[in-house]
């Protein structure tokens, strides 16, 4: 059957031309997996010129452990008509000339041309996207490993502030224990109280170096832009939000300055205050996230996290920030603590307030990175 046309453009030529332009790589092999057609994509993507491969069997093209196995591949096809990959398109590796390989997309069709069969690959090069995928992972095990020594260091000053108190009172119990046994000269017992009382001091001491060396962390700011690294969040933070039937929205104002901030830690913020708000709605009927970035002031830019769920009882929302204080059923509390402890130590401030359209807004501010003179 003659293809359609128009009638001033011949068809080879026409067919000719779109095999030689195409971005993608075209690809047209006979039954015994013989190359016929290898269009220039192919060419860039392989490194190989047609001349070194039309003719020869396509599995010079793929890497081990495909290369061993194709032509079986094709051998039980033609045997059995059981398609795998044809019709279908999947992702594999290609093998270039210099013996490196690519992740690729590789879509096979199957035709009959003459009275024999053909079959047709259209290939798409993956390493842009493997090289994307890589970078979101890397930077979700870097937000995680900070989030865990975010974490600990926060519970670990919770646990320092709540112990301090108990350590006073047995250090304060022991003494008067101890002077007790002093008047009424048991030895043995004054002896015991004292131990008490100096390993009481001694973790109070240890309790007030750990406070004193979580204080003085200090984060790793640079100057970054706010609007990319909220955008960065969203994508490492809620990536099944259409699964959740939850709508996210940024806006952004445009031209703003860049911020001077720990990208990971101004990441770790927004995604907690996104995972919150996404919990908070659970049984809304309406589930909207709304994130804004503008400029607040001369000095500050603010970040908002607005959402569509039953908002903040007002007996929360004066606790809200304490360490240890959740309304989850599983959890430590510590989540906006941390995040208001990291907002902090940039110099700015955590707080929530009512969504005049229904639910709560979460704003926090990081300073603006101000140039050297």
């Excluded at 080879?12 to 015994?32: H, N, Q, Y």
């Excluded at 090289?131 to 937000?143: C, G, P, S, V, Y």
């Excluded at 996230?289 to 830019?301: C, K, N, P, R, T």
Aim: charged fraction near 25%.
């Amino acid at each position: 059957m003659a293809r359609p046309t128009s009638p001033a453009v011949n068809a080879d030529s026409l067919f000719d031309a779109l095999i030689a332009t195409a971005v993608d790589g075209i690809m047209v092999i006979d039954e015994r997996a013989n190359v016929l057609i290898y269009n220039a994509a192919c060419e860039r993507l392989f490194g190989y010129a047609a001349e070194e491969v039309i003719g020869r069997n396509v599995k010079m093209l793929m890497p081990e452990p495909y290369r061993a196995q194709h032509d079986g591949y094709v051998g039980h096809y033609l045997e059995t008509r059981e398609k795998h990959i044809i019709g279908i398109g999947r992702e594999v590796s290609g093998r270039r000339k210099d013996g490196t390989t690519f992740p690729m997309n590789l879509s096979v069709g199957e035709g009959m041309v003459g009275g024999k069969r053909i079959f047709v690959g259209i290939i798409t090069d993956l390493t842009e996207r493997a090289a994307r995928d890589k970078r979101i992972q890397d930077l979700q095990t870097e937000m995680w490993h900070v989030s865990r020594l975010t974490d600990m260091g926060q519970v670990a000053a919770g646990l320092a502030h709540e112990l301090n108190q108990p350590l006073t009172a047995i250090l304060n119990y022991s003494n008067a224990g101890r002077e007790i046994a002093q008047e009424d000269e048991q030895k043995d017992l004054e002896t015991i109280f004292a131990k008490v009382a100096e390993q009481t001091a001694r973790a109070g001491n240890i309790i007030r170096r750990l406070r004193s060396f979580i204080e003085k962390r200090e984060p790793n700011r640079i100057e970054e832009d706010l609007v990319r690294t909220v955008e960065e969040a969203i994508r490492l933070g809620m990536p099944d939000a259409a699964d959740r039937n939850i709508r996210l929205e940024l806006q952004a104002k445009a031209g703003l300055p860049n911020a001077l901030i720990d990208r990971i830690q101004i990441q770790q913020v927004v995604i907690n205050l996104m995972k919150n708000a996404a919990e908070a709605m659970e049984n809304s009927s309406k589930r909207e996230i709304v994130l804004g970035v503008a400029q607040a002031s001369d000095e500050f830019l603010q970040v908002s996290v607005a959402d569509s769920g039953p908002g903040l009882d007002k007996d929360v929302a004066d606790k809200l920030f304490q360490a240890f204080m959740t309304t989850k059923k599983s959890g430590m509390g510590m989540g906006l603590n941390i995040c208001r402890g990291i907002v902090e130590a940039h110099g700015g401030r955590l707080w929530a307030e009512a969504n005049p359209g229904g639910g709560a807004v979460f704003r926090f501010n990081v300073p603006i990175a101000k140039s050297e003179p």
